[in-house]
C-alpha cells in the first residue's frame, strides 16, 4: 500500500511542476490538463507495473 501512496504523490507532484511550467510559458489549458493527465497516466503504470 505504500508503494501506491508514494507513486501516486511522485505523479501529483510531477504534474503540478508541468503544469506550473506551461502556466508560465502561457501555454492553452487544455494542454496543461493533458500533461497532467500524462503524468497521473504514467503514475499509474507505474502502479500497475509494481503490482
Known sequence: MWNVIKKLS??????GVL???TRA?????IFQMMFFGYAML???VFMLLDS
Open 19 to 21: 503544469v506550473g511550467i
Open 42 to 44: 504514467g503514475a499509474a
Open 25 to 29: 510559458l502561457e501555454f492553452p489549458f
Open 10 to 15: 511522485i505523479g501529483l507532484v510531477v504534474g
